[in-house]
């Protein structure tokens, strides 16, 4: 008998030896790189909220106009100007047009702006970031000389030439606001390459053969995809915002399509009696951009190569 | 022995552009390496070593440096190579591995995919063929759990392990010459001796020229056949391992086998050092770069630089002590009775 009262049956101290395939046993299954990432941002409680506020946002915009069964441009003069009600959730506007569906309508006009800029922003930024930190020497004079040229240009006056020129569409918008974007994108990918550069791991890979393209998409990107990411979740509400700016200045989409910058340049003129026609734009554009800075956040933490253990 | 040279290095200089003025990093190193020979370069800190293999394999920056003299690789001059031909030689036909493991692996890719990078860039293979190689690679380094390895990424690993998969990496595409810089400093003891084996192993099978880029004297004499000690940027004595480890013919190399402890000493007393730090290589001087150190040193040393000499079957030493005309009262018997062999 045992001192826990179990018995020690005859052949247990019988040797076994050596057991080749648990004496090699690995710990832990090997995580892949996003999984990892999922797993360390999914114990950001804050930055699972944005994401969840993030999809809910995106599935109304999409599925909204469905749901409320109304056409955004379709003019019903009388039922101008209500309030919220069960039959137009978000009111109608002073041409009885449901603002629901607007809202939806300029939602997706916004947060594509918003994704356009925000991709050529850092397709620019990183390919001559990484070009200027990588090569040096006159490639990089040219680069950061070129950098500060269009850093110094002053943003809003190009944005109004442009937009007269191009006139006022999707593209001539996008165009505008990308033109002065990638600035901030370019100097930061370049000092973080410059740091990388050095790394031991890039001088391998030049030893073993890889030329610099295959180092820049292989070595460095992965690298710096942290700091990438955080500027996409960043910019993203940036280039909302920006839009939103210029098309309350007058310098946006054009009627009647629509955006929740317009929308709201449009609602602020009815401030005094129809307040909802200001409040629901600027409550999406703060949502949307709450949750793009809290999964931004999130992400930064998450992606860090540094923090994985 | 001689079975046909592959690397013939003639008076290599590299020097180096900075604020405070122009370093002499290598000044004039020549050396051959013959397949499957081990070759070692040996020095302290900062003579010239790891520069000297940089420029082999075109490694260093392109700007602020200067490189003169001659890599000879197949009948054509490296140096003369621009970098699109180097990329093709590097890794295929010329290989490194680095000093520390913990850094030269990067963390956000699986080992296995880092392996079958090279094979990818150089065997033209899909990337399925490519991480079937990759796995051998990874058994023949002798890594357990292979496959699973595949998948995992450097953080997951030990510093002994990532060595391997350092050296699975430079082997991959079945190089001609391997360049192991320091290769063992950032391990410990007991791991440095199975990866210095697992080198030699592989060196024999596939009969590989190795250059051994090391300041440890125990490594050198561990596996290799011929050594080069370096100082200052300039080899001041060369021969095989056996000649260079039994009769040291330069003051320095003297020197160096001098403070590496013996375990068989019972000898209370401090271990030897060398008085003194390297010249500035900014300035360096004008003789024998190792004179202001040297206990031996003449006015003749500090003037000029002191010739070859053939002091054995493949022994060459830089000195003015085997001049017939050298002072050697007081010199230890082994740097001693050269002189006939300078006369030779």
């Not at chain 1, 850093?151 to 030439?161: E, Q, R, S």
């Not at chain 1, 990107?221 to 909302?240: E, K």
């Not at chain 2, 552009?17 to 800190?45: M, N």
């Not at chain 2, 192991?180 to 590989?208: G, H, K, N, S, W």
């Amino acid at each position: 008998m045992n001192v826990d009262g179990t018995v020690l049956a005859g052949d247990v101290f019988e040797r076994v030896g050596v057991d080749e395939v648990s004496s090699e046993h690995l710990e832990k299954p090997a995580l892949t790189y996003w999984a990892d990432v999922w797993r360390r941002f999914r114990q950001n409680k804050l930055a699972v909220f944005g994401l969840g506020l993030l999809v809910i946002i995106i599935v109304m915009l999409f599925l909204g106009p469905a749901l409320s069964g109304k056409d955004y441009q379709y003019i019903d003069s009388s039922i101008r100007n209500q309030k919220p009600s069960a039959e137009h959730w978000f009111g109608t506007d002073d041409l009885g047009r449901d603002m629901f569906t607007r809202v939806c309508y300029g939602g997706r006009v916004s947060i594509l702006i918003g994704l356009l800029c925000t991709v050529v922003m850092i397709v620019i930024g990183f390919t001559l970031g990484a070009l200027a930190g990588l090569k040096g020497g006159w490639v990089d004079n040219l680069i950061m000389r070129l950098v500060e040229f269009v850093g110094n240009l002053p943003y809003l006056i190009i944005v109004v030439i442009l937009t007269l020129v191009m006139g006022r569409s999707l593209f001539a918008l996008v165009f505008a606001m990308s033109l002065t974007s990638w600035v901030g994108t370019t100097r930061m990918v370049r000092g973080q390459i410059l740091q990388l550069k050095e790394q031991d791991y890039v001088e391998a890979a030049r030893a073993l053969g890889s030329d610099t393209w295959r180092i820049i998409m292989r070595h460095l990107l992965p690298n710096t995809l942290g700091i990438i990411m955080v500027q996409i979740t960043m910019s993203v509400p940036g280039f909302i915002f920006g839009e939103a700016f210029l098309s309350y200045v007058g310098l946006g989409i054009r009627p009647p399509e629509t955006s929740w910058g317009a929308l709201a340049s449009y609602g602020q003129e009815k401030l005094m009696f129809q307040p909802h026609m200001l409040f629901f734009p600027s409550l999406m554009i703060v949502l949307t951009t709450l949750s793009f800075h809290l999964i931004g956040d999130g992400l930064s933490d998450a992606l860090d190569p540094k923090l994985r253990r | 022995m001689r079975n046909g040279q592959m690397l013939n290095t003639k008076d290599l200089f590299v020097s180096f552009k900075t604020y405070a003025g122009i370093v002499q990093a290598v000044r004039g190193v020549s050396f051959e390496l013959e397949k499957g020979e081990t070759l070692a370069l040996v020095g302290e800190s900062g003579c010239g070593k790891t520069v000297t293999a940089k420029a082999l394999m075109g490694l260093l920056p392109n700007e602020q440096v200067e490189i003169g003299g001659e890599v000879g690789f197949h009948g054509e001059n490296l140096l003369e190579y621009g970098e699109d031909e180097m990329t093709k030689i590097r890794g295929k036909h010329i290989s490194m591995i680095f000093q520390d493991p913990m850094t030269a692996l990067n963390p956000t890719m699986r080992i296995g995919d880092q392996i079958a990078e090279s094979i990818i860039i150089h065997e033209q293979k899909t990337h399925a063929e490519a991480r079937a190689e990759a796995l051998e690679m990874l058994e023949l380094v002798k890594i357990a759990n292979a496959k699973e390895r595949m998948n995992q990424y450097p953080f997951e690993m030990s510093g002994g392990m990532r060595q391997r998969v350092m050296i699975a990496l430079a082997l991959a595409c079945n190089p001609e010459i391997l360049i192991a810089d320091e290769p063992t400093t950032a391990l410990d003891v007991t791991i440095q001796a199975e990866i210095l084996e697992l080198i030699m192993q592989l060196q024999r099978e596939r009969d590989m020229g190795v250059i051994l880029i090391t300041h440890d004297m125990g490594v050198v004499a561990s596996i290799s056949e011929r050594i080069h000690v370096m100082y200052a940027g300039k080899i001041v004595e060369e021969g095989s391992v056996r000649e260079v480890f039994y009769g040291p013919k330069h003051p320095y190399t003297f020197a160096l086998m001098k403070s590496v402890p013996e375990l068989s000493s019972t000898k209370q007393e401090p271990l030897y050092s060398i008085v003194g730090t390297p010249p500035d290589l900014i300035n360096p001087p004008q003789g024998c770069p190792f004179a202001p150190r040297c206990e031996f040193a003449m006015k003749i040393c500090k003037l000029e630089p002191p010739a070859g000499v053939s002091c054995g079957e493949t022994q060459r030493s830089y000195c003015w002590l085997h001049h017939p005309d050298a002072d050697i009262t007081g010199v230890p018997e082994v740097l001693q009775g050269r002189s006939e062999a300078h006369a030779r």
